[in-house]
């Protein structure tokens, strides 16, 4: 049974500091493309950062550049996303997803918003006062 589990949200300040866990599995993260997406409501979907489970590239939204940091530990199927000087505007449910299609066919879903990803978790709460 394939599963994807997103912890680590909660409820911090501007300026501080959370960091995301995606557990997967059923599966094995190799050679997969690992995403975090967030929607706020009212918002649409955005993707926030990707990662290359096979050789590490990173990509990240311009919206979080420079603060939030994404990280894979394959041997714990375990996909990380740092976030600092949190921002109200970072306030949203984060979700991550893999694909079996790697890196690049992630990079796209992420940048364009077309197409989906082959596994999604459920998402966790990240609220950012002001």
């Known amino acids: 049974d394939v599963q994807l589990q997103a912890s680590g949200g909660g409820l911090v300040q501007a300026g501080g500091s959370l960091r995301l866990s995606c557990a997967a599995s059923?599966?094995?993260?190799?050679?997969?493309?690992i995403a975090w997406f967030r929607q706020a409501p009212g918002k649409e979907r955005e993707g926030v950062a990707c990662?290359?489970?096979?050789?590490?590239?990173?990509y990240y939204a311009d919206s979080v550049k420079g603060r939030f940091t994404v990280s894979s530990d394959n041997a714990k199927n375990t996909v990380y996303l740092q976030m600092n000087n949190l921002k109200p505007e970072d306030t949203a449910v984060y979700f991550c997803?893999?694909?079996?299609?790697?890196?690049?066919?992630?990079?796209?879903?992420?940048?364009?918003?077309?197409?989906?990803?082959?596994?999604w978790g459920k998402g966790t709460q990240v609220t950012v006062s002001s």
């Open positions: 997803a893999a694909d079996r299609g790697g890196y690049l066919r992630t990079l796209i879903v992420v940048t364009s918003g077309l197409g989906g990803m082959d596994y």
């Open positions: 990662i290359s489970t096979t050789d590490g590239s990173t």
């Open positions: 059923g599966f094995s993260f190799d050679d997969y493309g």
